[in-house]
């Protein structure tokens, strides 16, 4: 397995675009000499950036694909599909597609990506929405959440979809099997919530393949007490992005104290090592790289602001992907005959 | 003004009860010498908790106001309003609506709290939904976030209104006049969201008292970009609380380090200092205390659970509330006929 592993890496979008990719592919090359990477994007300005970093050896792994189309962040989803079928992008969601990688990456758009991977691979059987997931570092572990802003209406029978690929997401991630599932409300009494969160509740609770641990809130996605949080697309997407922000406050907040005052700033000096650890074990950079789950390949979304360590980290996650062949195994759960009967009854 | 300052505390519910509540009181009047408290509860246990303390001189401004009737957090919101009619909470929310205190404070049940409040100091006139709302520290100062958890399905009028009232609360929490107001989204393009945050953009755009500065997503609210952030209560109760659940993690990550190793424990150790202050910058702690917006009285609603340090804060919040008559403040803006011409077009 480890000498096939071959990656799309989409080379443009994200606030700094080849500058942040192509850094990050030539480290990932250097660490997995079993690796290959198809690199999409206009093929001058990558030639130059690679040949900057002098890495003639890696080049026969890494091959550039050419691709002058670029997908802006202002591009709508319905434009991408229509208009933008030769992007780096579309390209890379293509090599997917035909099996010639085992997984792509891209810190582009996420609204293109997302109508982009559903029209070019297509849903697993039996897949309504696909989402987007991620794992968030806990007290204890990890913490899956999803989905994170793919999809706005959610019904309770989406929520169940989204339980069940969490799962498999989250058994790759841990390599452990009997996981606890909850959902994302503003309280832990059943009475909470919308209706579509009660039903789903009953849903869970009627589920033989979930072990469904009740209702959380946001602070519990971070505190382990469940392994598998599930909401819709606008809570999740909040529950992140309202977790990274706070994280780079703090971040800023230390600067300010490390400047102010002679006394302090000798403490801050032997302080600082330490600081920059502690922020490093949960900052979103390290933690970078959201699984599309529920398409046909896999497909990672990096945060648009990745840094080419954040870059690196969202290839690693696809790599995890790619060598567990999480799609297939999404696809398999979904196809099992007690999951489809549940849906049935719904 | 300062001769005047009388609040009423329900000294049970939240996590710790009267003994987070009680030192909280004690240090209170100790901290201002003008105010006067009402403190409602089972006579004999707060007595006990106020002897332990030792403050006869305080005892005079102290009230302790019998209350056996206890609203447990398993209490639904109508099981409170039709038998919790003596209960402590609903006590102190009856010393509101006559007038005797200026402002009440609890760290209890929070649907109990909002039905109570609406049954029993009624609705501001033209508000259709009270809403809960909180100023959380920014990279540049504060921002006020709103609806934390009141309201679960928001029209975009009721949006329209929390904004309105989301800038009294800042106004008088900053001393600032012209404040940037947002609305909380998953992303800053114009098509994205549901229909309601879409609608309620337009409404924002259209009216005159409103300086809108578009969609925001999570980590805005902790850059300071802009002053108000408007959301339903769903988004904005995940969006408080993962980032309070990150806030804590950070917490335990430095405990994890500071034990390991005999060096980095040395540096841990002078380290530690300066990483605590760094912490209580953005500690929810520090920031306790939502304002109960809407409502014909300032109700203030402290985290559930909230220490005696963290019910402190929420009683300064309480007292800038009072002083500045914030409940009459948000009527009078209610009231305006520009704004309710608005509300009549849509």
Not at 149 to 164: K, M, T, V, Y
Not at 174 to 197: C, Q, S
Not at 232 to 250: C, H, P, T, W, Y
Not at 307 to 325: G, H, L, P, Q, V
Request: glycine content about 8%; hydrophobic content about 40%.
């Amino acid at each position: 397995m480890s000498s096939q592993l071959r990656l799309a890496v989409d080379a443009m979008g994200g606030d700094l675009g080849p500058r942040s990719v192509v850094p990050a592919c030539i480290r990932f090359l250097k660490k997995f000499p079993q690796a290959e990477l198809k690199l999409f994007g206009p093929s001058a300005q990558l030639q130059n950036l690679i040949d900057d970093e002098r890495q003639p050896r890696l080049a026969s792994r890494l091959e550039i694909v050419p691709c002058e189309q670029v997908i802006t962040q202002s591009c709508n989803p319905l434009q991408a599909v229509r208009h933008k079928r030769d992007s780096s992008m579309a390209c890379a969601l293509q090599s997917v597609a035909s099996g010639e990688v085992q997984a792509m990456v891209t810190s582009g758009n996420t609204g293109a990506l997302l109508a982009l991977s559903r029209n070019i691979l297509g849903n697993i059987e039996g897949v309504r929405k696909p989402a987007l997931g991620k794992a968030l570092p806990t007290e204890r572990g990890f913490c899956y959440l999803l989905d994170l802003g793919a999809n706005i209406d959610c019904s309770a029978e989406d929520l169940l979809q989204f339980a069940r690929m969490g799962i498999e997401a989250q058994r790759i991630h841990t390599g452990r099997r009997n996981l606890a599932v909850a959902l994302l409300n503003i309280g832990a009494e059943p009475h909470k919530g919308t209706e579509e969160i009660r039903r789903a509740a009953e849903l869970f609770e009627a589920d033989p393949k979930i072990h469904y641990a009740g209702f959380v809130e946001g602070h519990d996605i971070f505190t382990g007490v469940v392994d598998v949080v599930v909401c819709d697309g606008l809570m999740g997407n909040v529950a992140m992005k309202s977790a990274e922000g706070v994280i780079r406050l703090m971040g800023q907040k230390v600067f300010t104290i490390e400047k102010k005052g002679a006394f302090k700033r000798f403490f801050g000096q032997l302080a600082i090592k330490l600081l920059r650890k502690w922020r490093t074990q949960v900052e979103p950079a390290r933690y970078n790289g959201a699984c599309f789950l529920g398409v046909r390949g896999n497909v990672i979304k990096s945060h648009g602001g990745a840094s080419s360590e954040a870059f690196y980290r969202a290839m690693i996650t696809a790599k995890e992907c790619a060598e567990a062949d999480l799609a297939a195994k999404v696809g398999r759960a979904m196809a099992e005959a007690e999951w489809n009967r549940a849906m049935d009854k719904s």
